[in-house]
């Protein structure tokens, strides 16, 4: 990979950093993480869904505070915890700690990530450019919203990816490791890997590669799941900057999650089945190990446990899991929730339901997301510790884990169902 | 502090040999040329020194005429660092590019002042005097400060937006020969201003608003040129800090002998 001016600004770092005096001023990335931080630390670009930090509740459960986001007949569930502050896609901040509208602005969109930097007090918040900017894009903006000075929403932006001379596209982002890895611009000329450094947007290095696809990274490679291909798993070593193709067998499937060096891919197996009339797919969860190249297990969800899941379209997205470092929760098709062991890809225990959807894990528990119920189980047993009713609510996307408290985001049941706007509404839950 | 109405130049006669050799102009366009010159290369040095520290720089290409008003000549950048990325810095950060940016303006208004001393012709020594130097220099960055914080602070859109480049252009054109005072004659920063507001009341008021709004237009299309012709910036901003600044204080020069001719006309 190319890169340029490591030695130089590392010097000038140094400088500014002995400017700084001994301990006066922070240097270094700040302010420093907090257990409330979402997604925090190393920014989970493997999408593990693992909060090693906090303090959630386990024993019994209570709100804590409930407050309406917005009114929309869309809506990512994208939302991000820095600094005691939550940010939401609809462009809205809230105080954690006590449910507060901080700010609501229409200049974030399409949030990305919250990224912290050697230079700046409160780091950045990256977003895309907005449907009428001039170029698809990444953006660094002002973790403070509001207010905006003058009122208008460049003043805020404290970057733009690639200016001035490399501006044109952007594509699947991922944050890991105090860089942003970029696979940009699939299926045009300059398409590829750009590594970007979140301070100044700065491309510090570019890896050429045409496709695109789902993108994942962990400390040692980034790993791309190619849309077009859907046959290969292509990782990208991060020191060396080699490229790989692995895992050839042909196959239908999405890619779910990594964890030091293991990818988790749900692959369909096209089968028959007599309740429908078109082909239909049976889900496969395998943890495909990058460094022998060889799957580490595979689980076949029927047959292993009897039952029936499957799915009439493969891109739906039916398999959802949080990784830990001993232990992978899985739900399939909202139907069955697991506990497999990333070791062999044993089933630890499992719940069956009608509305398992997705989870967050934490070192004691998993909190699950089931239609208007949110479960906290505990991990050794599965047994339920607490089950939370929305009362004429629905959960949607994934439950937070934020320090001590448990974050949902809902809906009125009847609203979203029929596509007219919804009061979008985000809960917050404490130990009792 | 030099009364206002009596400007203080010491003249020397003996100048010496280089000034004799270096006769008006063309020794006021050479040291102008090395002037800005050194001066564009302040700026390159300045920006790739935040660019290494990863201060991030935002393009000029889609600057409002509003951010490219100045008072005193000016560098011409492709890149600049904005108010909101210097308000987020941590201190040391914050300290060194206020800091490159102060260093960068002051070398301008040294160049600036190079250029106006040695086309006056009651100049004394290579350099003008310290102190004119420095009441310059911090004209230079107080008006290059205030127009930074109206371009952030201020909703310029529409017909308001109109109106606030009016005024703003309105006030740099008054101040546009106040800085060749201060340099030539040794006017306190007030006292060149009043004396530069002598032309309110005459056409050469206009033509300044004009030729301020020319300036910055003009500022405007090298960034163009720039963008569309590529790279090496640091060769680009040293060439085009070298015309426009050569070209804005010619202008303000200009200005500056105009105004004198009104003062020496409405005494007589």
């Given amino acids: 990979m190319d890169s340029d001016g490591v030695s130089r600004r590392s010097v000038l770092g140094g400088v500014v950093a002995a400017m700084a005096g001994s301990g006066c001023l922070a240097t270094g990335k700040s302010p420093k993480p907090r257990a409330s931080d979402w997604l925090q630390p190393g920014y989970d670009a493997g999408e593990t869904y693992f909060k090693s930090k906090g303090d959630p509740p386990i024993e019994s459960v209570t709100e804590s505070w409930s407050v309406k986001l917005d009114t929309v007949e869309y809506v990512s569930d994208t939302l991000l915890i820095a600094d005691e502050t939550i940010y939401h896609d609809l462009g809205v901040a809230v105080d954690l700690s006590t449910g507060e509208v901080e700010a609501r602005t229409p200049c974030v969109y399409g949030l990305i990530g919250f990224a912290r930097t050697e230079t700046f007090r409160d780091g950045v918040l990256l977003t895309r450019t907005d449907h009428d900017a001039p170029e698809d894009t990444i953006q660094a903006y002002t973790p403070t919203l509001d207010p905006i000075p003058a009122g208008r929403c460049a003043n805020g932006v404290r970057w733009t990816l690639g200016y001035p001379e490399d501006l044109e596209g952007s594509g699947n982002v991922r944050l890991s490791d105090g860089e942003i890895i970029v696979n940009r611009n699939p299926g045009r000329d300059n398409s590829g890997f750009v590594g970007v450094d979140p301070a100044d947007g700065t491309i510090n290095w570019r890896q050429a590669f045409d496709g695109g696809g789902e993108l994942f990274a962990d400390k040692k490679w980034f790993y791309l799941f190619p849309s077009d291909l859907r046959s290969e ?81 493969p891109d739906d997205e039916i398999t959802k899991l949080a990784v830990g470092p001993d232990t992978v929760y899985a739900t399939f098709d909202r139907e069955i929730l697991l506990a497999i062991d990333t070791a062999d890809g044993a089933i630890r225990w499992s719940k069956q339901s009608d509305n398992y959807s997705e989870m967050t894990a934490t070192e004691e528990a998993v909190y699950v997301n089931a239609g208007s119920e949110v479960y906290c189980f505990d991990v050794e047993t599965g047994d339920a510790h607490w089950v939370y009713e929305l009362d004429e609510m629905e959960s949607s996307g994934r439950p937070i884990v934020a320090d001590s408290r448990v974050l949902v985001e809902t809906h009125k049941l009847a609203e979203w169902d029929s596509h007219e706007p919804a009061d979008i509404f985000l809960l917050a839950l404490e130990e009792a | 502090m030099t009364d206002s109405s009596t400007p203080a130049a010491s003249v020397d006669r003996n100048d010496g040999a280089l000034q004799t050799f270096l006769s008006k102009p063309i020794s006021a366009l050479v040291l102008g040329i090395l002037g800005f010159g050194v001066a564009g290369g302040v700026v390159v040095q300045a920006l790739l020194t935040l660019r290494d520290l990863s201060i991030p720089l935002a393009d000029t290409m889609n600057r409002s005429l509003l951010s490219t008003i100045s008072v005193v000549p000016w560098w011409v950048d492709p890149v600049t660092l904005q108010p909101q990325t210097v308000l987020g810095l941590k201190a040391p950060y914050a300290a060194v590019a206020i800091g490159l940016w102060i260093v960068s303006v002051t070398a301008l208004a040294v160049a600036s002042s190079l250029y106006w001393w040695h086309s006056s012709t009651e100049r004394a020594g290579l350099f003008p005097p310290a102190d004119h130097l420095a009441r310059c220099c911090v004209l230079a960055i107080g008006a290059g400060i205030t127009l930074v914080a109206v371009e952030f602070l201020i909703p310029v859109d529409g017909w308001f937006g109109w109106a606030v480049i009016g005024i703003v252009a309105g006030v740099a054109a008054t101040l546009l020969p106040a800085a060749v005072a201060i340099v030539t004659d040794g006017r306190s920063i007030s006292g060149a201003a009043v004396w530069a507001g002598r032309q309110f009341d005459t056409p050469a008021w206009i033509y300044a608003v004009i030729a301020v709004l020319f300036l910055a237009r003009v500022r405007q299309l090298l960034v163009e040129v720039y963008f569309q012709a590529g790279e090496p910036m640091d060769l680009f901003v040293v060439l085009a800090t070298i015309a426009f600044g050569l070209l804005y204080a010619k202008i303000s020069l200009s200005f500056y002998e105009w105004i004198e001719d009104i003062s020496e006309d409405s005494h007589t």
């Fill in chain 1, 233 to 313: 798993l292509l990782t990208v070593e991060r020191s060396t900057g080699q490229v790989q193709l692995r895992f050839g067998k042909p196959h239908t499937g999405n890619m779910n999650a990594v964890r030091n060096g293991i990818a988790y891919f749900t692959l369909y197996d096209e089968t028959e089945s007599e309740n429908t009339y078109n082909d239909t797919y049976e889900p496969e969860l395998v943890a495909f190990d990058v460094r022998s190249e060889e799957p580490k297990w595979e689980l076949d969800v029927n047959e292993r446990l009897g039952i029936e899941v499957i799915t009439k379209d």
